[in-house]
């Protein structure tokens, strides 16, 4: 059984979901988690987990949330206002949520259980802001020379309750991503506490999201199923590693995969990614409808099997390149999945091991689904049936211009 180490004794999977799991209360409502929704409204992805709901979108992640939850801050900082630590952006001087972290005249608070994470200011450059929220923004920029992403969250001080919601996310994202250590994860730099602002910083990734590639792509030259299928299979091996770890993403979808440098995929976003408590019933705080398993739409009890369901809608995505559900809305797509049994069209041409997983992968029973390990090992074979056969093949959208399957 793997172990997370922690600065002091190390815990087991049962110890870590005994002691980190903070149980979000049952009747709250979705608005809470909307709050924490980061848009990138069309512009490079990055390494940043974010509390994204993105319930009740109908397209993937291509708004820009309006955003009042910043006059405290704003309130309190001027355009003019002199910054002595780290440094911020021209463009940034009127900032003030940036200005508010750099502000050395407040102390800087260490992670709890995490000091060796907590970040030197001086060392920090805030560059321009690509995505903010109600309550938060993502910023560019560099830290001890490296490129970063930098997520700022606003305390709200005249909301108690969304104020420690948004502080019990964020001490479990800082967990998560502290002790999350794999190739296919996005890599944690560090963070802090300000009295109005918390701050975590992560590796850029300077590919931007897979979804946003898939874009790209559509009207130039198509891309091979091997890519197609090395991608698919890294973010297997990332989500195989985190489900050993009795932890649930709940969000996994093309929007929430980051490309690195060296084309490899980083698996992101565990803002609303909790731990599997196999005692206790989930709760439906949810991700984003094209990629939700049927029983977090009709809010019932799930386990680890819902991201596998996703992960079967990624691999489709990923084979055909096309964004799924394009021409339905939340309303049509729920009660579509849920009861008539709606799924993706599996192109013709595709191959039988591709199309096996996908199906059992987004199975109406969780129980049908496989694990992880059970796709990482499909997926090798598939990789070795197309080195050796199919060489040049490459998905085409032309395959699933069709009506989507309902079985």
Known sequence: MPKIMFMGPSYTNQGVAQGFYHKLNDDMSMDSFNSLEMTNNGGTAFGVP???????????????????????????????????????????????????????????????????????????????????????????????????????????????????LLEQQFQQEVMMLANLKHSNIVRFIGGCYKPMVWCIVTEYAKGGSVRQFLNRRQNKKSVPLRLAVKQALDVARGMEYVHGFGLIHRDLKSDNLLIASDRSIKIADFGVARIEVLTEGMTPEKGTYRWMAPEMMQNRSYTQKVDVYSFGVVLWELITGVL??????????????????????????????????????????PNVRPSFSQVVKMLEMAETEIMTTVRKARFRGCCVTGPMTIG
């Open 50 to 164: 974010m509390a994204n709901s993105n319930v009740g979108s109908c397209g993937s992640n291509t708004r820009t949330s309006g955003s009042n939850g910043f006059e405290h801050v704003v309130k309190a900082y001027t355009v003019d206002y002199s910054v002595n630590k780290g440094k911020v952006s021209q463009g940034l001087s009127d900032d003030a949520l940036a200005q508010a972290l750099l502000d050395n005249s407040f102390p800087t608070k260490g992670l709890q259980s995490f000091e060796k994470w907590t970040i030197d200011l001086e060392k920090l450059n805030v560059g321009p802001a690509f995505a903010q929220g109600a309550f938060g923004k993502l910023y560019k920029g560099t830290y001890n020379g490296e490129d970063v992403a930098i997520k700022l969250l606003e305390r709200p001080v005249d909301n108690v309750d969304r104020a420690n």
């Open 324 to 365: 799924p559900y394009q021409n339905l809305t939340d309303v049509q797509l729920a009660f579509a999945v849920v009861n008539k049994g709606l799924r993706p069209t599996v192109p013709d041409d595709c191959l039988p091991v591709l199309s096996q997983i996908m199906t059992r992968c987004w199975d109406a029973d």
